[in-house]
């Protein structure tokens, strides 16, 4: 799974430009006949980073035409005007994510799940869960993991990975590590309940990241949860969960890895970010957007 068309440079840079250019003259013909377009800013540029110059161009564009900007939290707000020259605070408006309360069956409990998935009863697993991209730093996770002072533990690296490239990168990472766990596929919505019921902490070593789709999972299954204070993380997950940590720390990851493994009361925590979650509804998200769009319809 890549972003490449071809596998030439050259020719894929230039389906990148031609497809950009539609784009943009598709708002502009839209433009034209008064209908009022909403983005919703998600990143604030590819994850992979890959053709800058024409991303850049087409953003600065699009924050003219578009009518209204949607981000996630205040803080993905700051970041994308220090980032875009032309983006405009006063067109952003800021609606939050719902949660996954419904969306996927929780219903094991910890020891079903671990019965189920064949882990130990005592061990203290850590777990990241994802699509795995280069900007999701698990290759870090491995590194850290391996360096922490953590004594009967395990890590699930469970998710597809982007590229073969990726893949090959965490086997060799993890060769011969018994206390490390590959499961690099795409698990089915049913399945889902028994890896985040069987964790003890969900772990989400970005790189970068602006809004984190992961987050809310883990909140959704009352998982505690180890992540950089970085992008909407921080507005997204309670006080009660004490485990984020700085992004620009070298050893912030592996701090929080070994004060988790030691805290008291993890049970606690995880209700509390169950709790959180119950509060992020999409009925709520889906009024603020609506009134994001009859406002448009109002101007016009």
């Given at each position: 799974?890549?972003?490449?068309?071809?596998?030439?440079?050259?020719?894929?840079?230039?389906?990148?430009?031609?497809?950009?250019?539609?784009?943009?003259?598709?708002?502009?013909?839209?433009?034209?006949?008064?209908?009022?377009?909403?983005?919703?800013?998600?990143?604030?540029?590819?994850?992979?980073?890959?053709?800058?110059?024409f991303?850049?161009?087409?953003?600065?564009?699009?924050?003219?035409?578009?009518?209204?900007?949607?981000?996630?939290?205040?803080?993905?707000?700051?970041?994308?005007?220090?980032?875009?020259?032309?983006?405009?605070?006063?067109?952003?408006?800021?609606?939050?994510?719902?949660?996954?309360?419904?969306?996927?069956?929780?219903?094991?409990?910890k020891?079903?799940?671990?019965?189920?998935?064949?882990?130990?009863?005592?061990?203290?697993?850590?777990?990241?869960?994802?699509?795995?991209?280069?900007?999701?730093?698990?290759?870090?996770?491995?590194?850290?993991?391996?360096?922490?002072?953590?004594?009967?533990?395990?890590?699930?690296?469970?998710?597809?990975?982007w590229?073969?490239?990726?893949?090959?990168?965490?086997?060799?990472?993890?060769?011969?590590?018994?206390?490390?766990?590959?499961?690099?596929?795409?698990?089915?919505?049913?399945?889902?309940?028994?890896?985040?019921?069987?964790a003890?902490?969900?772990?989400?070593?970005?790189?970068?990241?602006?809004?984190?789709?992961?987050?809310?999972?883990?909140?959704?299954?009352?998982?505690?949860?180890?992540?950089?204070?970085?992008?909407?993380?921080?507005?997204?997950?309670?006080?009660?969960?004490?485990?984020?940590?700085?992004?620009?720390?070298?050893?912030?990851?592996?701090?929080?890895?070994?004060?988790?493994h030691?805290?008291?009361?993890?049970?606690?925590?995880?209700?509390?970010?169950?709790?959180?979650?119950?509060?992020q509804?999409?009925?709520?998200?889906?009024?603020?957007?609506?009134?994001?769009?009859?406002?448009?319809?109002?101007?016009?």
């Amino acid at each position: 799974m890549t972003d490449d068309f071809t596998g030439s440079k050259i020719i894929d840079s230039l389906i990148t430009l031609g497809r950009a250019s539609v784009f943009i003259l598709d708002i502009i013909f839209v433009n034209l006949l008064s209908i009022s377009v909403v983005w919703t800013v998600h990143n604030t540029h590819h994850h992979e980073n890959k053709y800058e110059r024409f991303e850049r161009i087409i953003n600065e564009i699009a924050f003219v035409l578009f009518d209204s900007i949607v981000v996630k939290c205040e803080e993905a707000a700051e970041i994308v005007c220090k980032e875009y020259a032309y983006s405009d605070r006063e067109k952003m408006e800021v609606i939050g994510d719902g949660n996954y309360i419904s969306t996927y069956e929780n219903n094991v409990s910890k020891a079903e799940a671990r019965d189920w998935l064949s882990v130990d009863a005592d061990s203290f697993v850590y777990l990241y869960f994802g699509l795995i991209r280069e900007y999701k730093g698990v290759p870090d996770l491995i590194a850290t993991f391996n360096d922490a002072n953590i004594d009967d533990s395990e890590l699930y690296i469970v998710g597809q990975p982007w590229t073969e490239e990726i893949a090959s990168e965490l086997k060799s990472q993890s060769k011969e590590l018994d206390e490390i766990q590959l499961v690099l596929k795409y698990v089915d919505d049913e399945q889902i309940q028994y890896y985040l019921n069987m964790a003890d902490v969900l772990v989400l070593p970005y790189r970068n990241i602006l809004n984190s789709g992961s987050v809310h999972l883990g909140l959704s299954f009352g998982v505690p949860i180890i992540a950089p204070k970085t992008g909407c993380i921080p507005a997204t997950i309670p006080e009660d969960n004490p485990f984020l940590y700085d992004h620009s720390d070298p050893d912030g990851l592996r701090r929080q890895l070994e004060t988790v493994h030691e805290h008291p009361n993890l049970t606690n925590i995880g209700k509390a970010n169950y709790d959180y979650a119950k509060k992020q509804d999409w009925k709520s998200t889906a009024r603020e957007f609506k009134n994001v769009y009859e406002g448009l319809e109002t101007d016009n």
